[in-house]
């Protein structure tokens, strides 16, 4: 959904509702520009866990672990010494 759609559904939504998706957008946007942690993303959403961060950001497309491919090759071997 673009920034148009979504601005109707903002609009279209009850006061608490458009309170809300205002903090999910600003978190998002914060988390995925490096402005905000999980941790700041966390108690702005008043999540009582990371896990629920994490699924937050993985059910709007946003990753939260940032991998470049030396490290990802680095984990993937760890992975294959510690597994039989």
Do not use: C, K, N
Request: net charge negative; charged share 25%.
């Amino acid at each position: 959904m673009g920034f148009t759609g979504q601005f109707r559904e903002l609009l279209s939504s009850d006061r608490e509702d458009i309170a809300r998706q205002i903090l999910e957008q600003v978190a998002l946007g914060g988390f995925q520009s490096g402005q905000l942690t999980a941790a700041q993303v966390r108690r702005i959403l008043g999540f009582e866990t990371r896990l629920q961060v994490y699924e937050f950001l993985a059910a709007h497309g946003v990753p939260w672990i940032d991998y470049d491919e030396e490290e990802l090759h680095r984990e993937l071997e760890t992975l294959r010494m510690l597994t039989p």
